[in-house]
């Protein structure tokens, strides 16, 4: 398969099943809102060492939250209940309760379908030393926290849900102005989607794992297969000219909107083209031994499949208005 002069590998993104969130932060303004989310999702690359993927999904304007206020969601992926519970308690209490103006709602309906009840400021609430209040609005209890500038307001739980994190595919360029074109441009695109993040700086990493090291203490160690330095002195999946490989990784709320994200990223890399060196799209995956999610780029990118598609509707947070 050749899209614009890009070939496209006979192969799949193999990704995994996970746990996620969507957090609702509001602020007085638009401004303290993205702080809040921005810090709360820093050092969130990779469950390797950060204990969480994480990332800012989309900015919401006041009609769209629970207090009428800007706002922005976030969501978080973690491999277990347990760990996503412990990063969702640190990273509010750390980075969104010492936010100025600041609160934060369910994004995900802690009572939907399919979904687990999540502490949320049922354990922030804590910090209130004893002069914490909840209320109850439409049988929602939220949480109103003593602080410095006011009140912070938290719902007691938010939703969890099943996910899938590591989908993900590969441009490989003949230059890291090329490489840097594609990925930037299908970064852009594949952000109008709703349910998913793209966890890394920018969403683009360059520095592709694979599973396992010569140094025992390490799980995973660098892609060698992959790196341009290294084509004479490992088994090369590069051809000659190929001297710039990134890699864009994607979390999802679904298989569907992995999916959508994937093909949108890989049109618009694609779109690039091979006269401006992008010369091949592949994907990471380990046999099919590491997830039982695969996402195979050629049936992606079928024909039939690349219909313009519209943003998502963001998963209602199952919230009343608390203003």
Known sequence: MIINGVTID?????????????LI???????????????????????IACGCEAGIERVLDAGATPDGRPGISVLLFAVSTKELTRQVQ??????????????????LDPKGEGNEPLPLGKTLRYFGDGFQLSKVIG???????????????????TG??????????LVLARSKRAGLAAVEAAIERMRRIDGVVMPFPGGV????????????ALSASTNDAFCP????????????????????????LTEQVIGDAMREGIAAA????????????????????????????RELMRPETLAPRGRAKAASAGTRSVR
């Not at 849900?161 to 993900?168: D, E, P, Q, S, T």
């Not at 290294?230 to 890699?247: F, H, K, N, Y």
Request: with cysteine.
């Open 160 to 169: 969890m849900a099943k996910a899938i994190g590591g989908g993900n595919f």
């Open 90 to 107: 640190n990273r509010v209490g750390q980075c969104v309760l010492t936010c100025p103006t600041t609160a934060v709602f369910a994004g």
């Open 229 to 252: 330095t290294l084509r004479g002195a490992t088994a090369s999946e590069l051809g000659a000219g190929i001297e710039c490989v990134l890699e864009i990784v994607i979390d999802g």
């Open 10 to 22: 006979d192969t799949f993104a193999e990704a995994f099943g996970m746990k996620a969130t969507r």
């Open 205 to 216: 990493v360059r520095s592709g794992s694979k599973v396992g090291s010569k140094y025992k």
């Open 139 to 157: 049988g929602t209890r939220y949480w109103r926290v003593p602080v410095m500038d006011g009140e912070f307001v938290a719902q007691d739980t």
């Open 270 to 297: 694609c779109a690039i083209g091979a006269d401006a060196g992008v010369v091949r799209i592949s994907a990471g995956n380990y046999g099919g031994k590491l997830g039982k999610f695969h996402f195979k780029l």
């Open 25 to 47: 932060i509001t602020a007085e303004n638009i401004r303290w809102a993205r702080e809040a989310a921005v810090s709360m999702t820093g050092f969130a690359t990779s469950v």
